[in-house]
């Protein structure tokens, strides 16, 4: 497959002009989709000493057996999952242009505070299947551990959808959807059926095939045995026939579907590389983009070729949680003002670097200040 790959900001200049002009000319009509389908609350850890994963591996494997304390500080409790953090970055870049349900786990039977005062005045609705997961992330300069409660996870699926929300309702919202962003298949054990069921109720109500744009992050797999995986790829299959499909990753989530088709891509960090395993599992799949976020740019391989663009990369990130849903919203909202693969991986690595160095999810505008920013190589660690 023929690749492409940026190396420096500078080469992006006609990349970024593509979204300046997108931000000007708006969008022809307002926006309605579905959004889900997790929900987590996150508790934030913030390793002092030692402050890197690097070193904090070594440090437990040796008190193996024995006992071990470190510092750190608590940094509270948040709303979270990647299905909220996603539809909530999307809605900064779109706000009153869009209407978005979300369907998750926030409540069993009735939603929780936490998430009626994160998403209530952001979303048009609110649809909860369960009670939420929960999550302590600890958080290192280098990178984050989840350790998760993950026993409600299994309740999502799509019986539990429709008993939560009439046939009728949910056929109203897919009859005017212009796209549907659905995370974390990872944890959920039976979202599969969820994902499948919106598919075929798109097809069934006369949508024309490839007229929604259905954004996937499977969002940590590794646990999920090789044949979920090979199931998953038959369902990705089947969901690009009625829809415009992107499956996103992160690295070490790509080097792993990769393994899945005797790929072996893992530790490969060049940009080439990474523009050659995006080509690679775009040949492997039948889906419409791949998209891959390392910490340091971005790669999408559709029809059009492979493409690699440096990011604007956060040497000490204030958040990291929630940076890979940031990219995703990124990549779906320049999707759905018509851009290029090229202008989509730049909008959601800047997306993602605004996050980092904010904790905020950014607007367009946001967005675009950061990149003059980066160009003028005046980009701040912290905005």
Known sequence: MESSVYTSVEELDNVIEQIKAARKDGIPEKLSGICGFDGFIDTFIELENPDSMESFGPKVADAAGIATSFTARHQGDRFGGNGPLFASALHAFFHE?????????????????????????KMKRLVSLADPAHSDCLEFRDGKVMLSD????????????????????????????????????????NVGTIWQGISEGLSSLGREAKEVPFFMDLAEFEQRPLEDQKELVKLVSAITKECDTILSFNLKEAWQMAEV?????????APEKIA???????????????????NDGA??????????????????????????????AGVMSARLLGLSDEAMVVCGACASGYYVRT????????????????????LPERL
Not at 97 to 121: H, K, N, S
Not at 154 to 183: P, Q, T, Y
Not at 360 to 377: T, Y
């Open 97 to 121: 242009d869009v209407d978005i349900t979300y369907m998750g786990a926030m409540g069993d039977q009735e939603i929780l505070p936490v998430f009626r005062e994160a998403l209530e005045d």
């Open 261 to 269: 088709f005797g790929g072996n891509f893992k530790g490969e960090k």
């Open 299 to 328: 790669a999408c391989a559709s029809a059009n070729g492979s493409v690699y663009v440096p990011g604007p990369f956060c040497q000490k990130p204030l958040i990291s949680t929630g940076a890979g849903d940031t990219f995703g």
């Open 276 to 294: 050659e395993l995006a080509g690679f599992l775009f040949e492997q799949m039948d889906v419409d983009r791949i998209v891959i976020h390392p």
């Open 150 to 189: 993950l026993r409600t996870c299994s309740e999502i699926h799509w019986d539990r959808l429709l008993e939560r929300m009439s046939r009728e309702d949910l056929d109203a919202e897919l009859k005017k959807c212009n796209f549907v962003g659905a995370v974390n298949w990872g944890k959920l054990v």
């Open 359 to 378: 904790g905020e999810f950014p607007s367009l505008d946001q967005i675009l200040d950061l990149a003059a920013k980066w160009k003028e190589g005046s």
